[in-house]
């Protein structure tokens, strides 16, 4: 594999747009379907309308690896879901992330030395179920599967508390507080069974709550969602009194509180299609660009970002480099998850399949 040429990189990125995409359209028509273009709907729309399938995270590795053909994967997206479609991908499949250092914040936070620190400094009191977020690294995921434990995502995280609680004492949720505490809270765990690890911190910072707690959340949020505040909840609900606000669960308590429906990137989608009418207005918490490409696809409804809410690493993938892997696709770094991590993530995603 060959390492990736910056100043190529640069040159193609300087290109118009209109050219850019003729250019990834012609690569396309040569490989047809061994090439399986995917875009998460955090992507500008000018990348999701190129794409054979855009969606939520999840749902796009699923559709990748029941994609008939799709011998090159290629994901626009960040790094943990590009080793999402690594996991659950066949094994005549090869993953390509055309910028393979645009890695999700949040999913960074954990690190599995850290993680598994915190492990064992929880242990004592109860049988921990260790939960982790799809927005996570490969090797945290497989943590869980070795350790009991399964991955959620934001649509399933409820069912996945009950699971878990069927099986010991306690939640170890990793790695974002806010899904961790909407969730708990959303099935009736109150605030004071909840404790949170701060791996910035030596004993995590609330040593004398874990052996009581019922849920301990990792400190980790996402850099785009946690930036919602009542404040822009307060002004909508001033300025447009008619309007409705809808957020993404990783947004703080307080936000998700005080919105009228709060789900996942699908949710959201849904949420726009099934129950909102042309004329309808509504306010929207989460990336800016999944705003924009459901306010492209509904010119009927008006809808409003909640607050500014880019995320950048998404915006790392940008159409010259999608054109410099596809035009180099024989050579281009491949996402290669180690074997054992590979086998243990399943297991993790196994018992969350199942439950879905
Ligand atoms: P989804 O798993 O809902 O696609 O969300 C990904 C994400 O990055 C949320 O911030
Ligand atoms: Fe990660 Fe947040 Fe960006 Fe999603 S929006 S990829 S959670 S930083």
């Known amino acids: 594999m060959n390492a990736i040429d910056m100043d190529k990189v640069r040159a193609l990125e300087s290109l118009p747009d209109d050219e850019l995409e003729n250019r990834i359209r012609a690569v396309r028509a040569q490989y047809g379907k061994d090439i399986c273009l995917l875009a998460h709907l955090y992507q500008r729309k000018r990348i999701t309308q190129l794409a054979d399938f855009s969606g939520d995270s999840f749902g ?4 990748a690896s029941e994609f008939d053909g799709g011998k090159y994967i ?3 997206g960040v790094r943990f879901m590009a080793e999402s479609a690594a996991i659950l991908g066949r ?9 393979p250092e645009a890695g999700c914040p949040m999913a960074d936070m954990a690190n599995l030395t850290e993680v598994q620190k915190a492990w064992e400094a929880i242990q004592g009191s109860g049988t921990v179920i260790p939960v982790t977020y799809m927005n996570s690294t490969a090797d945290i995921k497989a943590f869980c599967g070795k350790n009991g434990g399964t991955i959620c995502t934001s649509s399933n995280a409820t069912q996945t508390f009950k699971w878990a609680l069927e099986r010991g004492q306690k939640i170890f949720f990793l790695p974002d507080e806010h899904l961790g505490r909407n969730t708990a809270i959303r099935f009736g765990i109150s605030e004071k069974d909840i404790a949170v690890w701060d791996p910035e911190k030596e004993d995590g910072g609330q040593a004398g709550a874990y052996p009581n707690a019922k849920v301990i959340l990792w400190r980790g949020y996402c850099p785009v969602h946690q930036k919602f505040t009542v404040r822009d909840v307060e002004h909508v609900r001033r300025f447009y009194p008619k309007s409705r606000i809808v957020v993404h669960p990783e ?8 919105a009228d429906a709060v789900g996942s990137t699908g949710f959201i989608q849904e949420y726009v299609k099934n129950q909102t009418e042309p004329g309808d207005e509504l306010f929207i918490g989460t990336e800016i660009n999944l705003i924009q490409n459901l306010a492209a696809d509904y010119p009927d409804r008006k809808i409003h970002k909640l ?10 993938i940008t159409l010259g480099r999608i054109l410099y892997a596809l035009e180099n696709i024989e050579n281009f770094e491949r996402v290669v998850v180690p074997e054992d991590i590979k086998h243990y993530s399943r297991v993790a995603l196994d018992r969350m399949l199942k439950l879905v």
């Open 60 to 63: 796009l590795s699923k559709k």
């Open 74 to 76: 290629v994901f626009c």
């Open 91 to 99: 094994s005549d499949q090869e993953v390509i992330h055309p910028d």
């Open 251 to 258: 947004v703080p308590k307080e936000v998700a509180e005080l």
């Open 307 to 316: 607050h500014r809410s880019l995320c950048l690493t998404m915006y790392q």
